[in-house]
């Protein structure tokens, strides 16, 4: 069953003539992007409604829900940003607030402002060894959970840097509480398909969530902006669900993107076990050939501490800068970019992340592979002062506090004044302030700006980092609520 590429195959090869959206008449102006222009239409007879699916979208839904082991899926065009949003609106009519991980992306604050919604933040596990977040921290989720009345949890895991929280136990206690559990597993849409098998950390739809959010084109091969969101048991409303999926997603879904979904769940459905042998190998000889380094190192299960980290997907390669090296994980991404030709995902200040999935290939692995160990040997000439004994890194927690004092709605709407960002201390921020990537704030709306924000912001700076959100920070200004 490939419906999409059956349906768009007719249209492809039929004398049918577009009076209908999309503008370009299936006439390609780009030669290069010939089949997709052929294939680009529009609700028109026989092509079912994203919005309203009866027909092949309906089935192609099943299937994806079938494959992942959810009630029901949903196909989404607007990335997971729009099923973000979407799943926190369908969970916030309830009374209660929200109980949200602190480290979440951006979509899930965008939501808070869209539904009032005020929110408890639990911050992310953290130790002076890793130079990033760990799992959300379930004691305090318990804790917080007895003691409040929340309408339901949203959290994200995998994180960026592949870093699993214990959704199962987080689940139980929200679920004997009644609450729903929404996970942004944004990262993770291949642990719905391969996770679970002692290699691969179970996907949050096994574990029990109740919402979950995944880009099929971040880890599966699927285009941009592509998604799907699964729903499990009864807590949250669907029908609240299905109507905001209509509002946050396209009046005119692109049906090349629906296709590509369809494309890469089928591709992986019908080649599952072989996409995973080979990947997993891939995976373990990187991981075993890379444990030697000296001046670089890459995040593992086995050098993670259990107090850190509840689980880890390998699939994502963290590759760390020991303390005793004078290099940022910019100037390591720039040098893998210009003398390897290897473009990393992201470049953070003391690591970097490449992003690996089933359609890797070896020779990829191997330049990767060749790049670190050159670049580790070269590096031993770059030791720095700040030697340490075990060669990990000292961190300052990877995420600065700032308490909240309003709601991102009420601090958005109130009378703002600028300020050069230094003398903003203590002022409560009009705006978001955000790294890019990986698109977490670091300061939300009505957070108060500490002086441990403002060092936090300057370290990043200087590291060469990409600081977004204010609409004058390339002037270093940003909006606070007015005192007056
Ligand atoms: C953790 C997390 N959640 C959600 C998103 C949004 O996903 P999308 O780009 O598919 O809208 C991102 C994007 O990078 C992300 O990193």
Redesign the pocket.
């Known amino acids: 069953m490939k419906t999409f590429e059956n349906k768009l195959d007719q249209i492809e090869n039929s004398n049918l003539y577009p009076f209908h959206m999309p503008g370009h008449k299936r006439r390609p102006i780009n030669s290069q992007l010939a089949s997709a222009y052929v294939r680009d239409i529009t609700e028109i007879d026989g092509f079912d409604n994203l919005h309203h699916p009866t027909d092949f979208i309906r089935l192609e839904e099943e299937f994806a829900a079938k494959l992942f082991g959810a009630d029901e899926s949903f196909y989404l065009i607007n ?3 729009c099923g ?1 949003l979407a799943a926190i609106q369908s969970i916030s009519n309830a009374p209660g607030r929200l109980l949200v991980a602190r480290n979440c ?1 951006k ?1 899930v604050f965008n939501a808070l402002y869209l539904t009032g919604k005020e929110a408890d933040y639990v911050y992310p596990e953290w130790n002076e060894t890793y130079p990033f977040n760990g799992s959300a921290c379930v004691d305090q989720i318990e804790k917080m959970i007895r003691q409040g009345s929340y309408a339901g949890v949203v959290l ?1 895991s995998p ?2 840097e592949g870093i699993v929280s214990d959704i199962e136990k987080i689940c139980a206690l929200a679920h004997s509480y009644h609450i729903p559990v929404v996970v ?1 597993e ?2 993770g849409a291949h642990l719905g398909i391969w996770g679970g098998d002692g290699f691969f950390p179970k996907s949050a739809i096994q574990c029990g969530a109740d919402i979950v959010i995944q ?1 099929t ?2 880890t599966l091969p699927a285009m941009t ?1 592509t ?1 799907l969101l699964h729903v499990q048991g009864d807590l949250v409303d669907r029908k609240v669900l299905k109507h905001h999926l209509t509002i946050f997603q396209s009046s005119s879904p692109s049906y090349i993107l629906m296709e590509s979904i369809s494309d890469a769940l089928h591709f992986c459905a019908e080649k599952k076990h072989e996409l995973a042998e080979a990947y997993k190998k891939q995976l373990e000889d990187f991981y075993n050939k890379t444990i030697s380094l000296k001046n670089l190192y890459l995040f593992s299960n086995q050098n993670m501490q259990d107090s850190f980290a509840y689980d880890f997907d390998p699939g994502k390669l963290v590759i760390c800068i020991r303390d005793n090296i004078d290099m940022t994980g910019k100037q390591l991404g720039c040098l893998f970019r210009e003398k390897y030709q290897l473009q990393m995902e992201m470049e953070e200040e003391h690591y970097v992340i490449a992003m690996t999935s089933v359609m890797d290939t070896k020779e990829g692995f191997q330049r990767l592979l060749t790049a670190l160990w050159e670049t580790d040997r070269e590096l031993s000439d770059k030791l720095s002062d700040r030697k340490r004994e075990n060669g990990y890194i000292t961190k300052k927690r990877p995420f600065p506090y700032s308490g909240t004092r309003l709601t991102i709605r009420d601090a958005m709407g109130s009378q703002s004044r600028e300020y050069i960002l230094k003398d903003a201390k203590d002022k409560i921020s009009a705006e978001f302030i955000y790294l890019y ?3 977490i704030p670091l300061i939300v709306p009505g957070e108060q700006i500490t002086q441990e924000v403002l060092d936090y912001l300057t370290e990043k700076d200087d590291a060469g980092l990409s600081i977004q959100g204010p609409a004058k920070i390339d002037q270093g200004i940003i909006a606070c609520v007015s005192d007056e």
């Open positions: 990335g997971s940003s973000i992306h979509s994200t994180t960026y942004d944004a990262h880009s084109h971040k902006q998604a990537p990986p698109g």
